[in-house]
C-alpha cells in the first residue's frame, strides 16, 4: 500500500482549523448570533464562536438531528455522555481529534473555563431527553446549565482572551452575565412554544400547566434584561458593542411576543430591524431599555 506523504503541519494549523470549523458551525445555525460574533473585536471572537459551536452541537443530539437519523434517546443519551467524556478529557490533555471539542478546548484553557462550568451544561443537555414537563425549581436548573454558564464562559472570554492569566470576574459582572443568558433562553422558550410542545413534547416554562404566566414570563425576562443591560459598560471595549447588539436583539424580540400576545406564529425581528440594531450598537449607544 502507497502512504500518502504530506509536509509536517503542527498545531497552529490544526488550531485554526479547528476554529474554522466552529465558526462554519455558528454561520450556519445562527444569523443573529453570526452577526453580534462580527461586532465583536478580534480578541475575543474566535473563542466566543468555539464556545457556541460546542454548545450547538450538543443541542442538536438532544432536539432532533440525532432522532431524525434514527437514534433511540438512549442511545443519543450515549452519545451525549461521550461528547462530554470527551471534552472533559481534552480539557485535561489540550488536544481532542474532534475539531469542535478541540477549539473548546483551546479557548477554555486559555479563559479559563473548567469543569466546574461544562459539568452543568452537559447534565441540563441530558435533561431534555428524559424531562417533559418542568415546574419552577427544574426550569431553574436547567436555564442556569443550558443558559447561564454558556454566559458565564463568554465572561471568561471577555476577560481572559490574550491575557497572560485567567481573572475570576466581578460578581455583579458575572450576575449579569447569567441574566442575560437567562433572558436570552427564556425568549426562546415563548418563541419555540408551540414547536417544543407539538415537535419535542416539552414544557420549559409551565403554560400548559398553569404554573406560570405568559406575563410573569415576560416580565422576568425583561428584568433581566434590564439587570444584565446594567453590567454591559463595564465589560471590555472590543466586547461591549456585540454584547449591546445581543441584548438589544432580545429586547426586541421580548417587545414583539408582548404585542404578540401569544398568536403561534414565530416571532422573528425582520432583517432591516437587525441591521438597525447593530448599527446602533456599532456606533457605541447604550443597551435598549425593556419595553414593557
Not at 422558550?189 to 410542545?197: M, V
Amino acid at each position: 500500500m502507497t502512504r500518502l506523504r504530506h509536509e509536517p503541519t503542527g498545531l497552529a494549523l490544526y488550531d485554526r482549523t479547528a476554529s474554522d470549523a466552529a465558526a462554519t458551525v455558528i454561520e450556519r445555525y445562527s444569523t443573529s448570533f453570526a452577526l453580534a460574533c462580527r461586532l465583536l473585536g478580534p480578541r475575543p471572537r474566535p473563542h466566543v464562536r468555539n464556545v457556541y459551536a460546542l454548545v450547538r452541537v450538543a443541542d442538536e443530539i438532544v432536539d432532533g438531528p440525532a432522532a431524525a437519523a434514527g437514534l433511540s434517546p438512549d442511545a443519543a443519551a450515549a452519545i451525549l455522555d461521550d461528547l462530554e467524556r470527551a471534552t472533559l478529557d481534552a480539557l485535561e490533555r489540550g488536544f481532542s481529534a474532534n475539531l469542535v471539542v478541540h477549539a473548546f478546548t483551546r479557548t477554555a484553557r486559555e479563559c479559563g473555563i473548567g469543569e466546574a462550568l461544562v459539568r452543568p451544561f452537559f447534565a441540563a443537555m441530558r435533561t431534555d431527553l428524559v424531562t417533559r414537563q418542568h415546574d419552577a425549581a427544574s426550569h431553574d436548573e436547567y436555564v442556569y446549565g443550558s443558559a447561564e454558564v454558556v454566559g458565564l464562559m463568554c465572561l471568561r472570554v471577555f476577560l481572559n482572551a490574550g491575557m497572560p492569566r485567567p481573572v475570576e470576574p466581578a460578581a455583579d459582572v458575572a450576575d449579569g452575565a447569567r441574566r442575560l443568558g437567562s433572558a436570552f433562553q427564556d425568549v426562546n422558550f415563548l418563541r419555540d412554544l408551540d414547536h417544543d410542545a407539538s415537535s419535542l413534547g416539552r414544557d420549559y416554562l409551565g403554560l400548559a400547566s398553569g404554573i406560570a404566566t405568559r406575563a410573569a414570563i415576560l416580565d422576568r425576562i425583561d428584568g433581566d434584561l434590564s439587570a444584565a443591560a446594567a453590567v454591559i459598560p463595564m465589560l471590555p471595549s472590543d466586547c461591549r458593542r456585540a454584547v449591546t447588539a445581543a441584548h438589544d436583539l432580545f429586547a426586541e424580540l421580548s417587545a414583539r411576543l408582548r404585542a404578540d400576545g401569544g398568536a403561534t406564529a414565530r416571532v422573528r425581528v425582520p432583517d432591516r430591524v437587525k441591521v438597525r440594531v447593530a448599527a446602533r450598537a456599532w456606533l457605541g449607544r447604550p443597551p435598549l431599555e425593556a419595553r414593557a
